[in-house]
């Protein structure tokens, strides 16, 4: 008799754990589809023909498949200019970022630091309080940094919230004694942040780099505020004065039948612009993904 009650609590307990899973499933589906569908509409209709995109004929696939838009698009010298500067500051912004939230979530990581925790409280009174948009101006705008590319890297340098997740991975990773047998073998605390942090960190530098370079890439605000210079705006800058404004500047493409061409396709290219200016990202991502499984599981385990 006991021998069937333990045997119907462990059935309802299966029974519960396949409904919870049917659930799970059909959630992530659903979430799945909720950002999947969108970016295939937008990838259909940048390989599809300007009258059916006017038409609303595209829906999930393209229709009158033409690669004609890219080729137009890739003839605008704006993109490039775009690329080449979003490219820059991704690369050189992404580099100082990662160097700037080592060099201090290092330090804070020691025990030993006296000054650790008043530190410690005053990065996380920066994450709560800041002086918003108009010091920030102000501020870049002082430095004589204004229309200048250090405009875009100097002021986000480094992120807190990278910083405490950086700390605690070392921490948490990376033993005390580690740093004791380096010294005992006379190893500078130079070249043991070099030679051992450093190269035992790299899934946490990966996690924080692509979050860095998604932010640089993303960035358009800071360009909005502190650049008046063409030759110096984002990719993303670019792209949402095409998006508000709904039309390209043909003056900038110098070739005259391309540049009616342009005039002519202004609602197609928006797509063609987006899956242009998100592609490299989302060939960058899945060679991380890896290293974004471990982060989440950053500090998960105590003791």
Not at 15 to 30: E, L, P
Not at 131 to 159: F, Q
Not at 197 to 217: C, E, Q
Not at 260 to 277: D, E, F, P
């Amino acid at each position: 008799m006991r021998k069937n009650k333990v045997l119907a609590k462990r059935s309802h307990k299966y029974m519960g754990d396949r409904v919870f899973h049917a659930v799970s499933v059909c959630i992530v589906a659903a979430l799945t589809l909720i950002v999947f569908l969108p970016l295939l509409n937008v990838v259909s209709s940048s390989l599809s023909s300007s009258s059916a995109i006017n038409a609303g004929k595209v829906l999930l696939w393209p229709v009158e498949f033409t690669l004609e838009n890219y080729g137009t698009i890739l003839k605008y010298k704006s993109v490039w200019i775009g690329y080449r500067n979003t490219v820059f500051y991704t690369v050189f912004g992404t580099f100082i970022n990662v160097a700037m939230t080592m060099f201090c979530a290092y330090p804070l990581s020691q025990r030993r630091f006296s000054g650790r925790k008043a530190v410690n409280l005053l990065l996380f009174f920066t994450m709560i309080f800041s002086g918003g948009m108009i010091p920030a101006y102000i501020l870049v705008r002082d430095l004589h940094l204004m229309n200048k590319i250090w405009a875009i890297l100097l002021p986000g340098a480094m992120s807190v919230y990278n910083v405490m997740i950086t700390r605690n991975f070392i921490e948490s990773t990376i033993p005390d004694e580690l740093e004791d047998a380096a010294r005992i073998d006379g190893c500078s605390p130079a070249k043991y942040f070099l030679y051992f942090i450093m190269p035992l960190s790299k899934t946490i530098i990966a996690v924080i780099a692509m979050y860095y370079a998604v932010d640089h890439w993303n960035n358009y605000f800071s360009a909005f505020m502190y650049l008046t210079d063409r030759n110096l705006y984002p990719l993303q800058l670019f792209l949402r004065d095409i998006l508000i404004n709904s039309t390209f500047d043909s003056s900038v493409v110098s070739d005259p039948e391309t540049a009616r061409a342009v005039q002519g396709l202004a609602q197609t290219l928006k797509y063609v612009v987006i899956v242009v200016s998100t592609l490299p990202l989302m060939c960058i991502y899945p060679f991380v993904q890896k290293y974004f499984v471990k982060g989440v599981m950053i500090g998960s385990v105590k003791g």
